[in-house]
T-cell receptor
Framework: KQEVTQIPAALSVPEGENLVLNCSFTDSAIYNLQWFRQDPGKGLTSLLLIQSSQREQTSGRLNASLDKSSGRSTLYIAASQPGDSATYLCAADSGYSTLTFGKGTMLLVSP | KAGVTQTPRYLIKTRGQQVTLSCSPISGHRSVSWYQQTPGQGLQFLFEYFSETQRNKGNFPGRFSGRQFSNSRSEMNVSTLELGDSALYLC???????????????FGAGSRLTVL
């Protein structure tokens, strides 16, 4: 059974800092790894999807890496802004749109 | 293009009642999946439908059921509601990209169910 763990559970940083969010998964037989953002009371917004054959994906200030052999993924946020404050979730896709989510990292970026 | 639409957005029920939630996927998306989000358990997979067939099911009791119609719209039903069913229910539709083969899920805003 796939299990996904995210560290840290919460993170508070001043504006402008670069930060790394960590995600680990137990079963390396995944189709892809997705990172989502969730604002309070809202649905999920897809940030990056890394296919199992890829090592990393980049979108603007976001960069996500994937190491299937070690069961790890990281989300790097450069030059953080208050608007980045949200909960970040990683999810391992085991097929048939079956995502196993971590509990998330709650990020607060202070002005 | 329109996103994934879930209705109703909020609802309050009492224990023992049943509830039906609706999800309209993005046009052209044939896969619809459902997830339950609670503070304690986080996001958990309920089930996934493709072309009116349930392809996968999570570890939930039989009180949770779903179906998909020929137009890809999906409904999920929870019978004999319990207090622990209070949650945000999220629906996602997906389309496997032809070029990359990646299965990108797009989530709706969710239906927040409160059971009293």
């Amino acid at each position: 059974k796939q299990e996904v763990t995210q560290i840290p559970a919460a993170l508070s940083v001043p504006e402008g800092e670069n930060l790394v969010l960590n995600c680990s998964f137990t079963d390396s037989a995944i189709y892809n790894l997705q990172w989502f953002r969730q604002d309070p009371g809202k649905g999920l917004t897809s940030l990056l999807l890394i296919q199992s054959s890829q090592r990393e994906q980049t979108s603007g200030r976001l960069n996500a890496s994937l190491d299937k052999s070690s069961g790890r993924s990281t989300l790097y946020i450069a030059a953080s802004q208050p608007g980045d404050s949200a909960t970040y979730l990683c999810a391992a896709d085991s097929g048939y749109s079956t995502l196993t989510f971590g509990k998330g990292t709650m990020l607060l970026v202070s002005p | 293009k329109a996103g994934v639409t879930q209705t109703p957005r909020y609802l309050i029920k009492t224990r023992g009642q049943q509830v039906t939630l609706s999800c309209s996927p993005i046009s052209g998306h044939r896969s619809v999946s459902w997830y339950q989000q609670t503070p304690g358990q986080g996001l958990q997979f309920l089930f996934e439908y493709f072309s009116e067939t349930q392809r996968n099911k999570g570890n939930f009791p039989g009180r949770f059921s779903g179906r998909q119609f020929s137009n890809s719209r999906s409904e999920m039903n929870v019978s004999t509601l319990e207090l622990g069913d209070s949650a945000l229910y999220l629906c996602a539709s997906s389309l496997r990209e032809l070029m990359t083969g990646a299965n990108v899920l797009t989530f709706g805003a969710g239906s927040r169910l409160t059971v009293l």
